[in-house]
């Protein structure tokens, strides 16, 4: 098992129930990676997802059951681990987006980089990884 580990924002969980990409490549990489997202993160999916899966025309409890299911594997992390990082954080990224501060700090109090869709992260003085690029970090151990 690697000590290698990243956050997710609740955009990555979304997108991990609407499609099979994200999903498979959390699934894939189980073993050499720890996922972790902030407990408001599966808060904002619940809340979210039906709404964009009734405007497809989707029944949204086979949805919600894929959304239980993925926090069994990604560790939601309680906002008592990470609130002494809350000032540290708003400060760094309360400009774009307050509301983000809680995945900024589960990753500064993890020291691991974020998996998310949002620019609001970037520049906040963590690494930073989006879907498009996420298979570098998940596959880097893979080439030791």
């Not at 869709?117 to 596959?139: C, M, P, Q």
Request: hydrophobic share 45%; charged share 25%.
């Amino acid at each position: 098992m690697s000590d290698r580990a990243i956050v997710l924002d609740a955009n990555i969980l979304i997108r991990a129930v609407l499609g099979r990409r994200v999903r498979d490549l959390i699934f894939d990489n189980l073993g050499t990676v720890k996922f972790f997202a902030p407990d408001v993160a599966f808060t904002d999916a619940r809340k979210y997802l039906p709404a964009l899966l009734k405007k497809r025309g989707i029944d949204p409890s086979a949805a919600m059951l894929v959304l239980n299911h993925l926090e069994g594997i990604v560790q939601s992390i309680d906002e008592q681990i990470y609130q002494g990082m809350q000032q540290q954080a708003l400060q760094r990224i309360e400009i774009r987006d307050a509301d983000d501060w809680p995945v900024l700090a589960c990753a500064m109090t993890l020291g691991c980089p974020i998996w998310t869709e949002d620019t609001d992260f970037f520049g906040t003085g963590v690494a930073i990884w989006t879907s498009d690029r996420i298979a570098l970090y998940l596959a880097s151990d893979r080439r030791k």
